[in-house]
DNA sequence: TATATTTGCTTAATCGTTTAAGCAAAGGTA
DNA sequence: TACCTTTGCTTAAACGATTAAGCAAATATA
């Protein structure tokens, strides 16, 4: 019904008789416009309910005021939090937000990329995909000269700004502290090696292992896709070996899910026969029986240096980019799945 | 490094000696152009590596091609479903969309939908947080004149399209299968009476227990925020009563873990003492044990209907908007936490 | 052959804002 | 009084695309 017309700078120069340019300046307080003008310009755009048309003021400026970002999915409490928080900071400095997910397809990634691109975002924040081992796309985001800023999910070779936790170091956490608990054969579900952090993770995993002197058997180290229905099948896997395991080391929640629904089916106790960690501190590690010992990723900071990170290019101009990692210590949230001793 | 001027539709006429202006058509597929020219203009555009600036062509077309999307949440699966079929949808029509969430706060709503409007979004599709009471904000959306649809948490004073499931009908179907398990005092932990979801799935409540001569008892029906924290404490006051429920209906599935935990953690059967009923079929309801019973709400399809209904919208040119609710049926995923008999 | 229509482009205006350049008036300095 | 600076604006050109209007050449119609 409503088909008016908006308000344009025009509109307000028409009531005060002056020019578009002085009203501009006006709204941004440009040191120029005197304060009686400012003051009058400011109380005719309230009154005729001026919205700045963000379409013009950044086709002229060259800035659109939008950052993509891009995850895998946003039903995972971390990604939504590390988002949370992204857009929080963001929003602050006048900047909105694009998520798009890439449900860890390559494909859908690379569109997500084009979207972003077309869309004239200001800069790209980015976890990969578990499939993406190509980086022409992300080259592409470079060579556009827009920062990007990669979190969890990165890779070296791109040379750009990296947030993350420390993946190797937590594998040692997790070791030590299922030996703490008495643990002697350590297993292993972990994510693909191609990708950086999982890669991290079990190199952890080894190197934890050596330095506790506990051997490393082939058959206890797994690579798979830490999807719940994987977690299950490579439990079973571990289960059918003639010399089980006393502990199994999870990089993911949905996956440890998986390895303890199948504990649960043969009725095997967790932690006294199998001891249980998992990785990503997901809501439901709390909510299942027993509950399982997870590592908290501190989403939230890595999403506000991620946002960060992105205002700092902004504002100091750096077209250069170059591979700047920011770790963060993980923390191991300990839960019935690995409390053998009460401690 | 790579400064690289963005190449536009001058750069590809400077090359082929046209105008600007024929290149934008050739582009276009206007018949008004030679297939010769055709041609010629997208060989020249691909060897450039020509992107459209979105910016100019949204200024100019008054069409930005974004579409606004405001959650609560992100990480629910529900909400995370319905994104990804908006998504998934409008991509295929070269819409874009940007997601906010409102984190439930009324405050945060307002804030996303400013952010939206700046941004000039062709459209807003949104789900309201619970606080929100006030509509102001979203009929400022109607002002504007651009397609405002609601989902899930809707609002009819609004005149705004809206799909969701039949939430009435799904706690008929709630009570009647409680009542097939042999249950006889059925309690509701539900959501505020002011959001209409929750009080509709109240007023079916109610009238199931009539149609199935159950005692009505004000103790059992009790109003909440729907969080887990809620569910454990109106779990606890009910299993203070000293008539005690034989069923609980929670309205949301958060809650209903809640509940769940209390009921454990106090020895009592599910669901030969209590049993229990949750709703909208989040993940985890499958992982805890027991397993919750709980609604599906058919995500994906509200999430492609919402998408389809805007299209229409635009497509017709209808600024005119009214009331017009798309009721999908609910489903009922029974589980271990309410089958009594082996059916 | 003369006129009408179609084809294939060009010109120029436009979307709403920002911003470099310019200019008159007011105030300050010598 | 003559000159310089500052103040407070205006003018006009962008940003990159779309599009109405126009026009010449080619083709069709009478």
Redesign the interface.
């Known amino acids: 019904?409503?088909?008016?017309k908006?308000t344009t700078i025009k509109d307000i120069a028409n009531v005060l008789n002056i020019s578009a340019a002085a009203v501009s300046k006006a709204l941004h307080d440009d040191s120029r416009i005197s304060d009686k003008t400012k003051k009058a310009v400011k109380q005719v755009a309230e009154n005729l309910n001026y919205?700045?048309?963000?379409?013009?003021s950044?086709?002229r400026s060259g800035k659109?005021k939008?950052v993509g970002v891009i995850v895998p999915?946003?039903?995972?409490?971390f990604?939504?939090?590390v988002?949370?928080n992204i857009?929080h900071v963001l929003?602050e400095k006048g900047y909105?937000?694009?998520?798009?997910?890439s449900?860890e397809s390559y494909q859908k990634e690379c569109?997500s990329i084009d979207?972003?691109?077309?869309?004239?975002v200001d800069g790209i924040i980015a976890s990969m995909a578990n499939e993406t081992v190509d980086l022409q796309y992300y080259e592409k985001i470079?060579?556009?000269?827009i920062p990007l800023i990669l979190f969890d999910r990165g890779e070296n070779n791109l040379n750009v700004d990296y947030i993350g936790i420390d993946d190797y170091n937590s594998s040692h956490i997790i070791v030590e502290h299922l030996v703490a608990q008495g643990c002697k054969r350590i297993a292993h579900i972990g994510g693909y090696k191609r990708t950086r952090i999982y890669n991290n993770r079990i190199r952890g995993y080894i190197d934890a292992l050596k330095k506790y002197h506990l051997p490393l058997d082939d058959e206890l180290l797994i690579e798979t896709n830490l999807s719940t229905e994987n977690g299950r099948a490579k439990m079973q896997q571990l289960l059918n070996l003639k010399n089980r395991p006393d502990a199994v080391y999870v990089a993911g929640d949905y996956a440890a899910?998986g390895a303890l629904?199948v504990l649960?089916e043969n009725n095997i106790k967790i932690p006294e026969e199998i001891a249980l960690v998992g990785f990503g501190n997901e809501?439901?590690t709390d909510?299942?029986?027993p509950s399982i010992t997870s590592v908290n990723q501190h989403s939230a900071e890595i999403g506000r240096l991620a946002a960060e990170t992105f205002l700092k290019h902004i504002k100091e101009k750096t077209?250069?980019q170059k591979l700047n990692k920011q770790i963060l210590d993980a923390e191991l949230i300990v839960r019935d799945s690995s409390k053998k001793k009460t401690l």
């Open positions: 019904m409503n088909k008016k908006k919205q700045p048309n963000h379409l013009a950044a086709l659109s939008l999915r946003t039903n995972s409490s990604f939504s939090s988002i949370q857009e929003n909105s937000i694009i998520i798009t997910q449900n569109n979207t972003l691109l077309f869309t004239q470079k060579s556009k000269g899910l629904q649960n809501p439901f909510m299942v029986t077209v250069t």
